[in-house]
């Protein structure tokens, strides 16, 4: 990095072909935010500190972009990263974060994560906030937790951490993989037919973990199946579905499959579980929980992660090598070219809080308004509950009650919390650099 007189320059590393198709797009890009509540007010002086101990072992964390000839690549930001006193999210990317592509903040007894898709996934956030988490509870209690599965100095740096799955080309079957993604017609909230997307709103309700996984394991099901089902039976309830699968999209990571677990980066794809209407209508929540959990099972166990993968790639690749920045983003902007429907559940697995669980009182995961409109139902199990966060473009409640309704039927209680509206910051990405 050298410093001028009006910002620093940062000396590209390596291409970020793993979050190239987050750059693109008709729109501008908004961080994703986590939110974490503990059980007393945040020290500013000491969550400081817990950020200076995990950038030392999780240095990539503190990264920023360079972009040349349209690509996007990492780069080393030394500048420090400042944790500040904000009651709302800041812009990240630009000279009030030191140009860091993700923030730490607190107001009162919330923490906020804030990050920009580009640099990794959710499960890679989920790695920096347990670090930062850890770190600040031993100082504020002047004791050691465990630190068990959690990335601290115990844990020796590995340079799979900074594995790119799209680094090299793969050739890609796209015949099979349309054929594996389906073709049907799907059926898409009525809300979403006129929707401008000028905020999104948060609807978060807690279930205890022993409740809803005690009803998953029973049924044959994961707890990503299990909110599928009961949302896929909401909809359902709310809507006279006569035509088109009601078809869940299913946000899932490729580390195991693919051999990189320990990667930070972006390493994602989705599946597609389609449910006929009458199936949502009469099946049982738990029968249809366990047809969608076999489905889950029956993509991931094949071919179709190396598939999907090599589908990815083989776009990427090829909006790298379009001239400018204006072909590039005619190939890279995945969430403008393919809307995707009815729904997303997202289970972005927990965050490990060992021995210190109980001063977690409340997690909220909050996207970036989605390409076309959508309902997204954000899943965390963390220190007892899971946290489920609907999070959509549409004002209405109505999903969400039902599917509280719903939980109600089958004995499992769950606690609604207040609504937000939100919409969180636009990312200050860099311009070309000569």
């Known amino acids: ?53 995990a950038l030392r072992r999780l240095p990539y964390y503190g990264a920023t972009f360079v972009r040349k000839k349209g690509l996007y690549y990492y780069a080393d930001d030394d500048l420090p990263l400042l944790v500040t006193e904000s009651e709302t999210p800041r812009v990240i990317g630009g000279r009030i974060t030191n140009f860091h592509i993700l923030d730490v903040t607190w107001w009162k007894n ?19 906030i347990e670090a930062v988490l850890y770190h600040y509870v031993c100082l504020k209690d002047g004791r050691q937790y465990s630190d068990e599965g959690i990335y601290t100095d115990r844990i020796p740096y590995d340079p799979a951490e900074l594995a790119d799955i799209h680094a090299e080309r793969h050739k890609a079957d796209i015949k099979k993989l349309k054929e594996m993604m389906g073709n049907e017609k799907r059926f898409r909230l009525p809300e979403l037919r006129e929707n401008k997307v000028d905020k999104m709103y948060s609807l978060p309700l807690k279930v205890k973990t022993e409740d809803f996984l005690g009803w998953c394991k029973s049924n044959g099901a994961s707890p990503a199946a299990g909110a599928a089902a009961i949302m896929t039976k909401a909809i359902a309830r709310e809507n006279n579905v006569l035509d088109g699968v009601i078809m ?20 994602y794809a989705a599946i597609f579980l389609p449910t006929a209407p009458e199936d949502a209508r009469d099946l049982p929540p738990g029968e249809l929980a366990a047809r969608i959990r076999a489905g889950m099972r029956t ?11 090599a589908g990815m790639n083989t776009m990427i690749h090829l909006g790298a090598k379009m001239p400018g920045y204006y072909l590039k983003t005619k190939v890279l902007a995945m969430g403008d070219n393919n809307p995707q429907d009815t729904f997303f559940v997202d289970y972005v697995g927990g965050l490990r809080c060992n021995d210190y669980a109980g001063q977690i009182t409340e997690v909220r995961y909050l996207n970036a308004p989605p390409a076309n409109g959508a309902s997204f139902v954000l899943m965390s199990e963390t220190a007892g509950y899971f946290h489920i966060n609907f999070t959509q473009t549409i004002e209405s409640d109505r999903y969400y009650l039902a599917f509280a309704a719903i939980l109600d039927e089958l004995g499992i209680p769950c606690e609604k919390l207040p609504y937000e509206s939100y919409l969180n910051p636009v990312v200050e990405l860099p311009r070309e650099q000569r």
């Open 1 to 53: 990095m050298t410093q001028t007189n009006s910002s620093p320059r940062f000396t590209a590393r390596e291409w970020n072909a793993c979050g190239a198709t987050q750059f693109y797009g008709k729109d501008r890009k908004r961080s994703y935010i986590v939110e974490v509540c503990l059980s007393e007010d945040i020290r500013g002086d000491l969550l400081q500190q817990a950020v200076d101990k």
């Open 110 to 128: 919330k923490i906020s994560f804030a990050m920009f898709h580009g640099l990794c996934d959710g499960l890679g956030l989920n790695r920096w």
């Open 299 to 309: 993509q991931m166990s094949g071919e179709f992660p190396r598939l999907v993968r």
């Open 248 to 267: 869940s999209v299913m946000p899932i990571s490729l580390r195991k499959a693919l051999n990189v677990e320990k990667t930070f980066k972006n390493c």
